[in-house]
């Protein structure tokens, strides 16, 4: 096929849908990315919770974003994803504007009856729910508004789209910050995300495969699914071994923000501290294309490895020495190990599910991310109080996170040893 033919097939192989959602899939992973890159330090400085319950609440409200999707993506799978992203904007748009809005003087008398933590709690529970059905409904206008032969570059499309967001997320909620305060960007990432309601309903067009194959899969036909995979113990074991990989990734959001700001540098403005954390999506920009050529005949398994063995590092890399340029260096190596394992992943995940299962199982491979995220927040607020304040020795507790991750890539390499083949699963 001459280049000429293949621009012709790219240029006619996307259904507008296919650019309506990813673009409205870009600017809500910039809201999304902007409200998680200070939501640490507005839990800590503003609302001013100990250390312990602004970390588990991080934790529970990742959980719910990355595990959701398997239930709420059958409601847009029912419905149509244009309705789907309407909803998910709109309830996006509302959780934000509840965060910017909780030291409003509307606010008190609710805050009066309810403790500022469960009043968080009940927000942040509500808000997952956005940022989880929209995946499902941008993954599903990629898979149906393009064609065979250009889905692959829709979904590197897709993806690319998505670390745009999450780079200038942070760099832009960052000017808000040191503008107007954390609290204000909050609010501008909830307008930002009501716009796009407006953005889909002018502009979304239903594919037409999506009203000719819709599915009418219940509520409950996807948590018999759910139940069908969780009985796959060696399935979940891997999932709660890769899992580990993802409480090093979190905990540059749940941790290290306060670190910075309690025992590196205290006068360090709250918007320079967000700004680091758009260093791991900026590097994938740049660095993706490059990294997967210089890496496309590692084996598998290997480039899997590799990534776990770079997140330990850069847990490593954090503890020796307290600066910021430091904590710059760890989110560029975690970045790198990053972008040589993501794209191999799934295709290690497919060789998991069993034969005639695997789309129904492939649904389910996010699931580390929730369950990283979640015990990142679980531990993560114990380690800076234990280490912060007891031990005084802050720095330490990267040791930790280093050891879970390394843990996590010794039991991969278990993992794969004692239930892998060549080509899959071995059998009993």
Not at 217 to 240: D, G, H, K
Request: net charge positive; with cysteine; glycine share 8%.
């Amino acid at each position: 096929m001459s280049l000429g033919d293949r621009i012709q097939q790219v240029r006619h192989g996307f259904q507008s849908a296919f650019w309506v959602a990813n673009s409205s899939e870009m600017f809500e992973r910039l809201s999304f990315y902007s409200q998680q890159a200070f939501l640490s330090l507005f839990l800590l400085e503003i609302v001013k919770l100990h250390e312990v319950p602004a970390s588990n609440l991080m934790g529970w409200f990742g959980l719910l974003v990355y595990a959701l999707p398997v239930v709420v993506g059958s409601l847009a799978d029912r419905f149509g994803f244009r309705w789907g992203l309407v909803v998910a904007f709109l309830i996006d748009g509302t959780g934000y504007f509840l965060l910017g809005s909780f030291n409003s003087s509307w606010m008190h008398p609710i805050r009066a009856v309810l403790p500022d933590y469960w009043l968080l709690f009940a927000i942040l529970t509500f808000s997952a729910f956005g940022p989880a059905l929209v995946k499902p409904c941008v993954v599903g206008s990629v898979a149906i508004a393009s064609t065979e032969q250009v889905r692959s570059i829709g979904y590197a499309i897709y993806y690319w789209l998505v670390n745009i967001g999450g780079a200038l997320g942070p760099i832009l909620g960052a000017a808000a910050v040191a503008a107007f305060g954390m609290s204000t960007n909050f609010i501008l990432c909830a307008l930002l995300v009501y716009a796009l309601v407006f953005f889909v309903l002018f502009f979304y067009r239903e594919p037409a495969q999506v009203v000719a194959t819709r599915s009418t899969m219940t509520i409950r036909q996807a948590l018999a699914n759910t139940l069908l995979v969780l009985r796959n113990w060696r399935f979940v074991l891997f999932m709660l071994i890769f899992s580990g990989y993802y409480v090093t990734f979190f905990a540059f959001f749940v941790v290290m923000p306060d670190y910075i700001h309690k025992y590196v540098n205290p006068a360090l403005p709250a918007a320079d501290i967000g700004r680091l954390i758009a260093i791991d999506a900026g590097m994938i920009i740049v660095f993706q294309i490059p990294v997967n050529h210089l890496t496309r005949h590692v084996a598998t398994f290997r480039a899997l490895i590799f990534g776990a063995v770079l997140a330990a590092l850069s847990m490593v890399t954090v503890s020796l020495h307290r600066s910021v340029w430091m904590a710059a260096a760890g989110l560029v190596v975690f970045s790198i190990g990053e972008m040589t394992q993501a794209p191999r992943y799934y295709e290690y995940i497919s060789r998991l599910a069993p034969e005639g299962q695997q789309g129904v199982f492939m649904g389910y491979a996010f699931l580390p991310i929730a369950l990283g995220y979640f015990f990142a927040g679980l531990i993560g607020g114990h380690l800076l109080h234990y280490y912060g304040q007891v031990l005084k020795q802050p720095y330490e507790m990267w040791w930790v996170l280093a050891g879970v991750g390394a843990l996590a890539t010794v039991l991969m390499i278990l993992y794969n040893r004692v239930f892998m083949t060549r080509g899959g699963p071995k059998t009993a």
